[in-house]
C-alpha cells in the first residue's frame, strides 16, 4: 500500500446486503483511529445496481451481467479513483473474473476467495459434517464455490436475497426458507444425518440467520455451525490496510463516510435494511436513509 495522506476505499455490492461488511470495516478502523498514519479515509459504498428492480440475478445472461458490472467497475475507478475496491457481494464477485477490468486492475478484493477459505478451514475441522453452500443463482451458475468434497452441497437462496432487502419480515421471506430447507432435505434423502453446517453465499442472508434456525427446527435439522464470511472477509481487508496502522499518532484521522447509488433504493428497503443494521452501525443507518442519488453513470 502507497503512504499517502488520503486513502478512498469503495465497498460495492448488487444491493445494500455489502453495508454489514461496510459496519464491520468501520468498526475495525475506528478501533485503531488512533494508529493511523494517513490523514484521511474515505469509506465509500456504491450500489452497483444499474437501476431499481433490475438485480443481476434477473438480467437475461450472464454477458449482460459482465457487461453492465465492468462498466459499474470503470465507473467506480474514474468517479472515486479509489485506491482499493472491496466487492462485498457474492454474485458481483462470481462475476469480476470475467469482466474486462479484472484484466487490468489490482487491489480489487472479492468476497469468494474469502468464503472458500472458510469453508475449507471448516472441513478440516469438522470432515464429517455436511457443508451446506446457500447462495444466488448467478453464484451456482459461476461454480465459484464448487468443491472436490461429496460433504459439500449446493443450495440456491432463489430470490430470497430480494425480499430480504424489501422486507425482511415478509411471510415471503419465511417460505422461501422453508423450501431451501425442503431441498437440504432432498439431498440428505436416506441419510440420518441431522446436524449441519450453513454457509451464507450471500451477504444479504446473515441479515436472517435467526429465521434460518428457527426454520431449520421445523424440518428436525440442528444447525452446529453458521459459516459467514463476512469477517473473513473483513479481516483480509484489515489485513491489507495493516501498512498504515503503527504507533499513536497525535493527530486523529479524519474518517468520511458515503452511500451512493444510482439505482433508486425504495423507500421499503431502507426501512427494512435499516432495522437490521442499526445494531451494527448508527451512523451507516442514517447515511442510508440521506443516501447520496447519482445520475445514470453507466
Known sequence: MVDKSKLTFVFTDSGLGGLSIMADFLYEIEKREKNISCEEIEI???????????????????????RIFNSALEMIQ????????????????????????????????????????????????????????????????SSAYEMEDPYVFQISGENLASLIEFDHTSPQVK????????????????????DI?????????????????????DFDFTINTILNPNLEFTSEL???????????????TKITLKIESQALIEPSEIES??????????????????????????
Open 44 to 66: 465509500i459504498f456504491f450500489n452497483a445496481l444499474p437501476e431499481s428492480g433490475q438485480g443481476y440475478n434477473r438480467m437475461h445472461n450472464m454477458q449482460d451481467k459482465i
Open 78 to 141: 474514474s468517479y472515486y479513483t479509489p485506491d482499493s475496491i472491496a466487492i462485498a457481494c457474492n454474485t458481483l464477485s462470481a462475476i469480476y473474473p470475467l469482466t474486462q477490468f479484472a484484466q487490468s486492475n489490482s487491489n480489487i478484493f472479492e468476497i469468494i476467495s474469502a468464503g472458500r477459505y472458510q469453508i475449507e478451514q471448516h472441513r478440516k475441522q469438522s470432515p464429517k459434517q455436511p457443508v451446506f453452500v446457500l447462495a444466488t443463482p448467478t453464484t451456482l451458475a
Open 273 to 298: 435494511i435499516s432495522q437490521l443494521i442499526k445494531g451494527k452501525s448508527e451512523v451507516i443507518t442514517s447515511l442510508l436513509k440521506n443516501y447520496k442519488r447519482l445520475p445514470k453513470m453507466f
Open 197 to 217: 453446517t450453513l454457509f451464507l453465499g450471500c451477504t444479504h442472508y446473515g441479515y436472517v440467520e435467526e429465521t434460518l434456525k428457527e426454520v431449520a427446527k
Open 238 to 252: 484489515m489485513d491489507y490496510m495493516a501498512p498504515i496502522f503503527y504507533k499513536e499518532n497525535n493527530s486523529p
Open 175 to 194: 417460505e422461501i426458507t422453508k423450501h431451501i430447507f425442503s431441498n437440504i432435505e432432498k439431498c440428505l434423502s436416506g441419510s440420518s444425518v441431522k
